[in-house]
């Protein structure tokens, strides 16, 4: 069973509250539409994988940090064996944004996040 929006959103809260971010910067660097990234922030609703992911990265967390979030919130954690997966741990660890991580997957013909 996944864990409830509530608790998703308040363990984010927590990463970027921590790190002192702003919410409204990893938002738009997310790519996310505004409105529904408010919401899951707020715990309104529940993200999918890929928006943890956008959110993730666009707060600038670590692959380890963001592979929690993703088991945390059971959504499967980043598997380099997949070719998709080996393409965001790549960005993820060379620091890189939504947009670039973005146009490697279109490079190698992989689903883009958000």
């Not at 707020?42 to 692959?63: E, H, Y």
Request: aromatic share 8%; proline share 3%.
């Amino acid at each position: 069973m996944r864990t409830s929006t509530a608790s998703f959103a308040i363990t984010y809260e927590e990463i970027i509250a921590e790190k002192h971010l702003n919410r409204a910067e990893i938002i738009r660097h997310s790519l996310i539409d505004r409105t529904y990234a408010y919401q899951i922030l707020s715990g309104i609703r529940l993200p999918g994988r890929d928006k943890v992911l956008a959110l993730g990265i666009s707060a600038g967390l670590s692959l380890k940090e963001i592979q929690r979030l993703l088991e945390y919130s059971e959504l499967g954690i980043l598997y380099p064996k997949s070719a998709r997966d080996a393409i965001l741990i790549y960005g993820i660890e060379h620091h890189f944004d939504v947009m670039k991580i973005n146009e490697l997957l279109e490079a190698h013909q992989q689903l883009c996040i958000p």
